[in-house]
């Protein structure tokens, strides 16, 4: 494929990170107009370098042609929650949005992968409307803690750092920090509420109200 034809068979893709980003980070704004604790911490969107989608297509073995069909991360967000018990709310409510159809769940936080790598995964359908009309989209949303972001985002850049040969020590090393995030993530939920009301007066005393 060349760059122009990449360029118009990602343009929706874009849309579709574009338009959710901005939906998912109105719940923020909801949450917080009300005077409410939000369960949504940060929204991030992206749409997969062309480079990646095709790497991607290698390894697995996928036809340039079928990519639209078997890569299902080409549009990605990520939802990342303060807190372990933050991540079910935000699927419910995903869940229970019309503008996305659910067709598969990956929940890496009770099947944690060998790696260490924990998240919970939702493959959706969007549409979003073009000039020659509607096109349904895949999208992949990630679901996770801050806690867990910082591990990925670590573990993510020395895979890139290694390409496929990460020596044993730091693999190891990995999965040590893993579960110290298992562990941080449960320690931080034991003290939720304390957290919650602190995070509430400061907002309240700094004057970081939405005006809505
Ligand atoms: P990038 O660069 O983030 O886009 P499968 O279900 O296995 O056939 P797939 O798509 O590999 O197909 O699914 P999987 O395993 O659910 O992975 C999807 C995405 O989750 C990955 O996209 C990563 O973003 C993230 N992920 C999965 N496993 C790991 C892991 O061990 N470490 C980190 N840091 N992230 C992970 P990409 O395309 O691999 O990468």
Redesign the pocket.
Known sequence: METKMWSEFLAPYRLAVDELVVKLNHIIEEYRAMGMYSPIEQVIGRV?RIS?IIE?AQKKGIPLYDVENRI??IA?IRIICQFEDDIANVIKMIKSRSDLQIHEE?DYISNQ?S?G?RSY?LIATYDVETLTGKKTVKV?I?VRTLAMNFW?II??SL?YKYKGNMPETVSMRLKNAAAAIVQLDNEMSAIRNEIVDAQNSFRIKAGIVSQI
């Open positions: 997969k990646s991607k299902e991360d990605g990956k992968k790696s790598y995964h992949e990630q990925a573990e993510h895979q």
